[in-house]
């Protein structure tokens, strides 16, 4: 039986509502890396595309990287970028149908297609490399950070003929992971403070 698997952490907090722990994924050919947010509620992966930085959040500075985008061919990128990818195989924009809290859901879509994503692990090992994923690239600045979803439920598209599996049933599939469970912690960004809570009378 396969042992757990520990996904890398980017060894950064961020988030627009907290100070959460992202995790590192690349997705496409070349590979274009993120840092991202788990989410129960989906079972595929979102990630920021250029339009959002290039539309309301025009002359923000440092756009991308305050989404989790990492520099790509040595340049600051604003976000995925699916038509440099030679993996990229467009399904069509559909809407966000998960985490409707966080956006108007009238009004938010997806351009969602398939490509290949690599799990960076925090142990020795190989990463996970998955092909044929689902992902959504989201323009709305209501999804700040990328989402890695970690539900079970399977992809399915009015033009695509085959049921499409989930980031974890595909790594149970292939002996990567031992179950389709999981565990998360956020982490402390206070870790490295002399004291918590601190206060006057604190030694």
Request: hydrophobic share 35%; proline share 6%; with cysteine.
């Amino acid at each position: 039986m396969a042992a757990p698997y520990s996904l890398a952490p980017s060894w950064t907090f961020e988030g627009a509502d907290g100070n959460w722990t992202t995790f590192s994924v690349t997705v496409g050919h070349p590979a274009q890396q993120f840092r991202v947010l788990p989410s129960t509620l989906i079972s595929e992966t979102w990630l920021p595309i250029p339009q959002g930085c290039e539309g309301s959040l025009t002359g923000l500075p440092g756009c991308g990287e305050l989404r989790g985008v990492e520099d790509f061919n040595d340049e600051p990128s604003l976000g995925f970028q699916s038509n440099l990818s030679t993996t990229w195989e467009t399904i069509g924009i559909y809407d966000l149908t998960a985490e409707q809290n966080l956006f108007d859901a009238d009004t938010a879509t997806g351009l969602y297609g398939t490509d290949s994503i690599v799990v960076d692990r925090s142990s020795a090992g190989e990463p996970a490399q998955l092909q044929s994923q689902v992902i959504a690239g989201v323009a709305t600045a209501d999804v700040w950070l990328g989402i890695l979803g970690v539900g079970a439920q399977k992809g399915n598209f009015s033009v695509k003929d085959e049921n499409l599996p989930s980031l974890v049933t595909e790594m149970k599939n292939l002996n990567i992971t031992p179950s389709l469970s999981f565990g998360y912690t956020a982490g402390a960004s206070y870790g490295n403070t002399p004291c918590y809570p601190c206060n006057s009378d604190a030694g």
